[in-house]
């Protein structure tokens, strides 16, 4: 797993890929780490702290605790309850299922333009990048870029498409190392690749020497 994303508050990343490649495995390593730090923290604010999830493969139930949330796509208001939330985390798994990729709620964006004063990190997750809502991706801070079966002209609504048709031949080019009856092998550890828009740099973590 990689340790090189220190976590603070405020933050929007996508994990982007194919089943099975990695990125259920990475999203519970965050999860796992949200959950030790708010352990340490005594009388904490009932607000303060929590975790949401939108789950369609009950990957992440056994975290949740008394006053964190169960997304379902019965909550059209679900951005209602996250916009009470402090210091927390929002995990969206297959968010097309709960956010239009066509149309969003301008309160949504409103939530997504406080996340850094409500201190709350976002974690999206998706197959591929012509499936994230148009609106989200100038929100979107930085990507972990596993395995991908998407065209080239599926990143034409990424900030910068030449350079995620890059990252993506390099990663590709690393699972090719494996056969596929090889993948489950590499859990917990599927090689990625993390980009962070803010600075322009892109990492590659778990490839072999």
């Known amino acids: 797993m990689s340790e090189i994303i220190k976590r603070r508050g405020g933050e929007i990343l996508c994990f982007l890929g194919h089943n099975n490649t990695g990125k259920s495995a990475e999203s519970i390593f965050y999860i796992e780490q949200f959950c030790k730090k708010r352990k340490k923290i005594k009388n904490k604010n009932k607000n303060f702290n929590r975790l949401a999830v939108f789950d369609p493969q009950n990957r992440y139930q056994k975290y949740l605790e008394k006053g964190d949330l169960n997304i379902t796509p019965l909550n059209d208001d679900w951005f209602l309850t996250v916009s009470k939330f402090r210091d927390s985390l929002v995990v969206l798994d297959d968010h097309r299922q709960l956010i239009d990729t066509d149309t969003i709620d301008k309160r949504i964006l409103n939530l997504l333009f406080l996340r850094s004063e409500y201190g709350i990190d976002f974690i999206i997750i998706t197959h591929f990048a012509k499936l994230i809502q148009p609106k ?26 030449k350079l995620f048709i890059k990252l993506k031949e390099i990663i590709n080019k690393e699972y090719r190392r494996y056969s596929p009856e090889e993948y489950d092998k590499l859990y917990p550890n599927f090689p990625y690749i993390y980009y962070n828009g803010r600075n322009d740099r892109a990492v590659k973590i778990n490839f072999k020497k």
């Not at 100038?138 to 910068?160: C, H, P, Q, S, V």
């Open 136 to 161: 989200l991706v100038g929100y979107i801070d930085k990507y972990l870029m596993f395995y991908n079966l998407g065209e080239d002209k599926d990143f034409d609504r990424t900030a910068n498409s």
